[in-house]
């Protein structure tokens, strides 16, 4: 197991997130140890505004130890607004190898739940068995952009295996969950040869499919026609996910003229 860099403390917790698919998020750890290399927007976004310094910085992860008490405030408040909360934006609430934020995120999901609050859950960790036991009405995702080990490496080099994730994932839909994935940020061929339907095949127990573009990543632009690259991937997404009744979402600009 691994050790969170610090504690640190907060003044609220829920926000309104003003993302196109979300509606309420929480953010209980600062940093993330994945270290992603598309590059992460959160850390850019965190850099920009001298949050942290560096990527290193941001690697090391600080958990909100005061997130509970947090809820206990606001979800009162808030709870006749809130659609969904959404774990999480800015970090990754099952961080792979780090049971004290996941056992955090777990006691966060059961307190929204018991207040009749859906939670909506995003990952590239491991997705614990024991969410099935939370409300049926909650989604569980993960991110799966590629089944090449390699290019894990290089762009994701401390999340968890693609495998793991998702046997992880299918042990909580056998259990009868709703799960979903997000196939984003999807990478042209210049960063990875792979075929996009051997990826939804494996993926098609899911309930919804968020498909979307590499953003902020000069290689991609540089990859000719990749405006033509999106749009054809995406009408590939669109096309598999009517066939078999899977909901889906294409994120905003990932399809052009």
């Not at 965190?46 to 405030?73: A, C, H, I, M, Q």
Request: net charge positive; charged share 25%; hydrophobic share 35%.
């Amino acid at each position: 197991m691994k050790k969170v860099a610090g504690y640190i403390e907060r003044n609220s917790m829920l926000y309104v997130t003003g993302v196109e698919y979300g509606d309420y998020t929480m953010n209980h750890v600062l940093g993330c140890a994945h270290g992603c290399n598309y590059p992460c927007y959160a850390y850019l976004q965190k850099k920009r505004f001298g949050v942290v310094k560096n990527y290193e910085e941001w690697k090391k992860p600080y958990l909100v130890s005061n997130t509970l008490e947090l809820l206990d405030k606001e979800i009162p408040k808030l709870k006749d607004r809130i659609t969904s909360v959404q774990l999480c934006f800015t970090t990754d609430p099952f961080m792979y190898g780090y049971d004290e934020i996941s056992d955090m995120s777990i006691a966060a999901i059961r307190k929204l739940n018991e207040a009749g609050i859906k939670c909506t859950v995003l990952t590239k960790g491991v997705l614990p068995t024991e969410l099935a036991e939370l409300s049926s009405d909650n989604e569980y995702g993960i991110t799966l952009v590629s089944f090449d080990a390699e290019f894990r490496k290089k762009m994701e080099p401390h999340s968890s295996p693609y495998p793991k994730r998702l046997h992880a994932l299918r042990e909580l839909h056998e259990k009868g969950c709703k799960t979903w994935v997000s196939i984003e940020p999807y990478p042209t061929p210049n960063l990875v040869e792979q075929d996009l339907q051997k990826l939804l095949r494996k993926v098609s127990f899911v309930d919804k499919i968020i498909f979307g573009r590499t953003n902020y990543n000069p290689t991609v632009s540089a990859y000719p026609d990749h405006k033509h690259f999106y749009n054809e991937k995406a009408a590939e997404v669109i096309q598999f996910c009517d066939s078999r009744n899977i909901a889906y979402h294409i994120k905003e600009k990932t399809i052009t003229n």
